[in-house]
């Protein structure tokens, strides 16, 4: 399946262990987050850990235009992960401990996206 091509590259993430206590930034508002999301902006890789999981067991979501599904989810209630048409789908799909990602958007602590951290993504990185 292509969430595990995709998760190759998960070396590229922070160690956040590591980081902890130095990271300014972990959140993001939902709609500014959905709209980057919708538009496939710079948003591939995107990793996370829900606040309230003891393990901080880590879940990757993202965009890959050339297929027909271009939203994906990897490390979720579906064993491989799972694809979606639309941006919508991705974010109301129960499949974060039977709960959608929309649902549980309180307790989404972003580790990486495209493999760098969240503030530099929101600094150097394109945003609509």
């Not at 709209?35 to 902006?41: E, I, M, P, W, Y």
């Not at 939203?71 to 129960?94: K, M, Q, R």
Request: negative net charge.
């Amino acid at each position: 399946m292509r969430v595990s091509r995709r998760l190759n590259a998960a070396f590229a993430r922070p160690d956040k262990e590591r980081l902890k206590g130095t990271m300014k930034m972990d959140t993001l508002d939902f709609d500014y987050f959905f709209r980057q999301l919708k538009a496939g902006k710079s948003i591939d890789e995107t990793c996370f850990y829900f606040a309230d999981d003891e393990k901080q067991a880590e879940h990757y979501l993202g965009y890959l235009p050339e297929f027909d599904k271009p939203y994906w989810v990897g490390y979720c209630d579906i064993p491989d992960g799972t694809d979606f048409a639309l941006a919508e789908e991705l974010v109301e799909a129960p499949v974060f401990d039977g709960k959608s990602l929309k649902e549980r958007w309180n307790e989404v602590r972003i580790v990486s996206i495209w493999g760098i951290g969240l503030d530099d993504w929101m600094k150097y990185c394109g945003h609509v």
